[in-house]
């Protein structure tokens, strides 16, 4: 007999070898890789088309604003080179009148205006206003970083 203890056969795990991959699997694989792309390209599709959409919408927006715009300007462009805008000046501010009638002007009457506050100068902005440098310093130091020649 041997010293080694004995193992019962059904305790041990056989080895399992590799099954071969079927068609059917390479197929399936296959059809799958493709629906993934076909999905990622779909839906890249579908935000490029939201994003025209958005982009042409915006457009439709502009140019209904931009017609009405023009069609304001056409409206106020006909007001004057009409007769009625022109006799509007004339009256306003030509001071016209027709056959008849009397140009009023009112005259304001002559008052002479009461201050009511004096204005005082402020030493600050004195002080300020005689140390303030010319302008040729100012661009001197602008153009140099350093004090005009004296």
């Known amino acids: 007999m041997t010293d080694q203890p004995s193992t019962p056969k059904s305790a041990?795990?056989?080895?399992?070898?590799?099954?071969?991959?079927?068609?059917?699997?390479?197929?399936f694989g296959s059809i799958l890789a493709i629906s993934l792309l076909l999905?990622?390209?779909?839906?890249?599709?579908?935000?490029?088309?939201?994003?025209?959409?958005?982009?042409?919408?915006?457009?439709?927006h502009s140019i209904e604003t931009l017609q009405a715009r023009a069609t304001a300007l056409r409206t106020e462009l006909n007001f004057?080179?009409?007769?009625?805008?022109?006799?509007?000046?004339?009256?306003?501010?030509?001071?016209?009148?027709?056959?008849?009638?009397?140009l009023v002007v009112p005259v304001p009457p002559f008052t002479t205006p009461t201050p009511i506050?004096?204005?005082?100068?402020?030493?600050?902005?004195?002080?300020?206003?005689?140390?303030?440098?010319?302008?040729?310093?100012?661009?001197?130091?602008?153009?140099f970083d350093s004090p005009p020649p004296r």
């Open 80 to 102: 004057y080179a009409s007769d009625a805008f022109i006799e509007e000046w004339a009256r306003r501010e030509g001071k016209m009148i027709k056959a008849g009638e009397v």
């Open 117 to 143: 506050l004096t204005a005082t100068p402020m030493p600050e902005i004195a002080a300020r206003r005689e140390s303030a440098p010319s302008n040729f310093e100012l661009w001197w130091q602008l153009f």
């Open 12 to 27: 041990s795990k056989p080895r399992s070898t590799p099954r071969p991959i079927s068609s059917m699997q390479i197929v």
């Open 39 to 60: 999905a990622i390209n779909f839906s890249g599709r579908i935000a490029a088309g939201r994003q025209l959409n958005a982009q042409r919408q915006e457009l439709l």
